[in-house]
């Protein structure tokens, strides 16, 4: 949409960027409703909770010894961690200043905040900078017009956070505060992005373009006047919103995993929110039939209670963000509102993300309960997912499996892995994502336990690994879906990028019936003679023998036998350390099972029940 046009659709008469997080009601008002309400009572005390801890601590300080580590050691958590405290002080003392605004520790402990952030010496993460030299001290990069302002997803973050807080404080926050805010917004994130070279996540088709573009967008729409400036900003981040649609196709997947879900799509509403305020409603993102698509992925990603399907870099765990939810099922009835108590706690964002949490407090309906996610099975067709969650008499159970490619965003090269769980518990599972770091988003990054085919449910063929790239793919063979049964069928040969592997069929036939089963069939065929065909199962617990061709995995609540033929197939388990997003180092297992002498063809089965 050209400036022009979007300058005509601005509303500006009688516009107070204060009442854009407010439409129908006074801040007075929706400031009585939120504590007057027993829905929003627990994560109000969360919030104040938190603001007690954080009044008797200090700010703690980005040093310069923490901001190299990432150049000279290629760790960035440390930074990181601490960067994040800091937003933590942000966003929690300006939710209390607004809350309670009787409480003048909360008001000077924001201010404090407020002035801190507007120091910094970049608002980007160390990781995130242009490498090597000059570039990265200084947190530049050359461009037409001389050196221009590196903008990352926090930069972006922070402006929007800085002046949506100001907004909602009003006279709370100090005349030279509000000004400082306008100042540093603009210096560091809005001239940049009005007169400099455009920024590669400006065509991304990932979260990068949602969260960047969406809170440069919004910062603009609270600190610029309606006119020229404010639409040539819309008009770019407009662009790189219709970039991050790209990414999608139309079943709506995030193949990047639930998380970025939440946080790409989730920056793609809170600036669609404004906009659509903004223009009094001439400028509606969310009339889409891929929108909506997109918004109903929440409800086919989850299995069991907070257990998402974490194909890539997803957490196996996740709460929900209740405002997200309750705003996006008033768009879309279709949208299925979760049960409060999957609801995510204050401190759940480690990134201690502004907009996101004043949302929780604005957007959720009081009287809305939601439900616990209900028994379906769904088949995503472009991204070649099947989910699957049976609830019968005996329990409920869980399938996922998925196909796609090896090139996906925040891709893990896991092509035909599958999880598996029952009552809460996942006996066969995916890792998710690592703990992330220069290894993590360079040459080692296959290396790594989560992200290459090694840490996954899927075949070693000759003692090769899956293969990276968007020629490794996988080709639907077979998807079919009653009340009883689920077929999901792929060839997967592509991922190998083995010459000696001509075929590679892995068949999936899911069973929802009171004693719910999966059967798995592998089907090879080789140009010559293989060495060897091992099958490998990832889980949390160690797997044990129980005679003759069976192994149970024992998850306490829930245990899982794995029948085969033990005259063909012997098996091994190997105790594998993974470490997680959050650096943990946390122990699982891989459970091997080796064909003896495999032939030039070869098929493999596999069956997996329940037991008591």
Request: proline share 4%; hydrophobic share 40%.
């Given at each position: 949409?050209?400036?022009?046009l ?7 008469e009688?516009?107070?960027?204060s ?5 129908g ?13 027993a ?6 005390g ?18 310069y ?9 290629g760790?960035r ?24 605004p ?24 160390s ?5 090597g030299?000059?570039e ?5 990069r050359?461009s ?13 973050e ?20 509000r ?31 949602a969260?960047?573009?969406g ?8 600190s ?12 770019r ?12 196709e ?53 299995l ?22 309750h ?20 401190t759940e964002?480690?990134c ?21 996610w ?24 869980v ?17 035909g ?6 009552g809460?518990v ?22 790594i ?31 079919t ?27 999936f036939?899911?069973?929802?019936t ?21 099958e ?7 797997p ?22 033990e005259?063909?197939l012997s ?6 350390e ?8 946390t122990?699982c ?14 098929t ?5 029940s329940?037991?008591?």
């Amino acid at each position: 949409m050209e400036a022009s046009l979007i300058r005509s659709k601005l509303v500006t008469e009688g516009f107070e960027a204060s009442r854009l997080l407010f439409p129908g009601e006074t801040p007075e008002q929706a400031r009585a409703r939120l504590l007057g309400s027993a829905a929003h009572e627990p994560l109000i005390g969360e919030i104040r909770g938190e603001a007690e801890v954080l009044l008797k601590e200090p700010m703690p300080e980005l040093t310069y010894s923490l901001f190299r580590l990432f150049e000279e050691k290629g760790s960035r958590s440390e930074y990181d961690r601490t960067y994040f405290r800091r937003r933590n002080a942000l966003a929690t003392f300006g939710l209390m200043c607004w809350l309670e605004p009787e409480r003048q520790d909360y008001a000077d402990a924001l201010a404090d905040a407020v002035w801190s952030v507007c120091n910094e010496y970049t608002w980007c993460l160390s990781a995130h900078l242009a490498p090597g030299g000059a570039e990265l001290q200084s947190g530049i990069r050359a461009s037409g017009t001389g050196e221009q302002p590196t903008v990352d997803l926090f930069a972006a973050e922070t402006a929007f956070a800085l002046c949506e807080i100001a907004a909602l404080t009003g006279d709370r926050l100090p005349p030279l505060l509000r000004r400082r805010v306008q100042q540093e917004v603009r210096r560091r994130v809005l001239e940049p992005f009005l007169t400099g070279a455009a920024y590669k996540w400006e065509t991304e088709t990932h979260n990068w373009a949602a969260v960047c573009a969406g809170s440069i967008g919004a910062a603009a729409i609270y600190s610029l006047p309606g006119g020229e400036e404010l639409a040539a900003v819309l008009e770019r981040c407009l662009k790189a919103l219709d970039h991050y649609l790209l990414g999608f196709e139309a079943d709506g997947a995030c193949t990047e995993g639930y998380a970025y879900w939440q946080y790409g799509f989730g920056f793609y509403v809170y600036f669609a929110d404004l906009l659509k305020l903004r223009t009094g409603g001439q400028i509606d993102l969310f009339d889409s039939a891929k929108v909506k698509e997109i918004a109903m992925f929440q409800q086919k990603c989850f299995l069991d209670g907070r257990k998402v399907v974490n194909f890539s870099d997803s957490v196996p765990e996740a709460g929900v963000f209740l405002g997200l939810s309750h705003y996006l099922q008033a768009l879309y009835p279709g949208m299925e509102v979760p049960e409060a108590g999957l609801r995510s706690a204050y401190t759940e964002d480690h990134c201690r993300r502004w907009a996101p949490a004043l949302r929780n407090l604005l957007w959720v309906r009081g009287e809305e309960q939601g439900a616990p996610w209900a028994g379906a099975s769904y088949y995503l067709p472009d991204a070649q997912w099947l989910v699957s969650r049976h609830r019968c008499p005996s329990g409920s159970y869980v399938f996922a499996a998925k196909g796609g490619h090896n090139a996906e965003p925040h891709n893990h090269n896991d092509i035909g892995q599958f999880m598996l769980g029952a009552g809460g518990v996942m006996l066969l599972t995916d890792l998710g994502s690592g703990q992330y770091s220069r290894d993590y988003f360079g040459s080692g990054r296959y290396g790594i336990l989560c992200n290459g085919s090694q840490g996954h449910s899927v075949p070693i063929v000759d003692g090769r690994l899956q293969q990276a790239g968007r020629s490794a793919c996988a080709v639907l063979v077979e998807r079919t879906s009653t009340d009883t049964q689920d077929v999901f069928a792929i060839e997967l040969s592509a991922a190998y990028a083995y010459e000696g592997l001509a075929r590679l069929e892995r068949r999936f036939v899911w069973s929802k019936t009171d004693e719910p089963m999966l059967e798995l069939e592998d089907a090879f065929e080789f140009t010559g003679q293989p060495i060897s065909v091992v099958e490998r199962f990832i889980s949390w617990y160690k797997p044990e023998g129980l005679g003759p061709g069976l192994v149970r995995i024992d998850g306490g609540e829930a245990r899982l036998e794995i029948r085969f033929d033990e005259s063909r197939l012997s098996w091994t388990a190997a105790e594998l350390e993974h470490i997680d997003h959050f650096g943990r180092k946390t122990a699982c297992y891989a459970l091997d099972f080796a064909v003896g002498h495999p032939a030039r063809t070869e098929t493999v089965k596999l069956v997996f029940s329940f037991a008591d």
